[in-house]
């Protein structure tokens, strides 16, 4: 078990895959036995700007290294500012990996979602949230149930009827599914079981979890967790 810790300038993702490519080019002359061992990359969404993070992402899918997984943390969030405001960082993310050819997996929601999601049989629910882009997911991350009950549900009288049983303190606690270790549980259950390709998985979080309205989903100081 080694660990390589790179920071942020996009040279994990660069370091994994070439480590994954040695185990392979070992084990192909027998010199090393050939094992289920994974190689894991744990990026940020912001990281993945540097040129160097997605540089080479092409070779892993034309080794079929499915010896390698990446997890992206997706808080959409990076020290100075949003990754993407108008834009939807995880669909772009994974428009490019799943055009170089990996297996995409994409953590979005966390089990308080699930019954709502079971009650969507128009697929509304799904549509509004595809239709959010990160900054206003972000604005609902620091906002107050009532809000997210306004600005998430409220443009459709049926999308209201969905919730009119979950208190605002419900909806505002709603876990995202990097929050949530069933989810996270699932998707590394997946990717550790997938063959023939390498698989990313792309995790929406929120920055700061756990720290309440002190510094929860708030573009504020890096340091703030220290306070």
């Not at 192909?28 to 993070?53: I, M, N, Q, Y």
């Not at 992206?72 to 170089?100: H, M, S, T, Y």
């Amino acid at each position: 078990f080694w660990e390589y810790p790179t920071v942020s300038m996009g040279l994990s993702p660069l370091m994994a895959i070439y480590q994954a490519r040695f185990n392979r080019y070992l084990e192909d002359r027998s010199l090393k036995p050939r094992t289920d061992a994974k190689v894991w990359a744990f990026l940020g969404d912001g990281e993945t700007d540097e040129p160097e993070t997605l540089g080479a992402i092409t070779l892993a899918s034309r080794e079929t290294l499915d010896n390698i997984i990446f997890v992206i943390n997706c808080n959409l969030q990076r020290l100075d500012g949003p990754v993407r405001g108008n834009g939807k960082i995880v669909q772009e993310l994974e428009a490019v990996f799943r055009g170089a050819g990996w297996n995409c997996i994409k953590v979005l929601w966390g089990s308080d979602w699930d019954p709502l999601f079971e009650r969507d049989t128009e697929g509304l629910l799904a549509k509004r949230l595809g239709e959010m882009v990160d900054g206003e997911t972000q604005k609902i991350s620091v906002e107050t149930g009532a809000y997210v009950r306004q600005h998430v549900f409220g443009g459709d009288p049926r999308l209201l009827k969905m919730v009119a049983d979950l208190p605002d303190d419900a909806l505002r606690t709603m876990r995202q599914g990097g929050h949530d270790p069933r989810k996270v549980y699932a998707a590394y259950k997946a990717a550790v079981h997938h063959k023939g390709y390498p698989t990313v998985i792309l995790a929406r979080t929120i920055k700061g979890y756990g720290l309440g309205e002190s510094g929860e989903g708030r573009n504020i100081t890096h340091q703030q967790k220290k306070l």
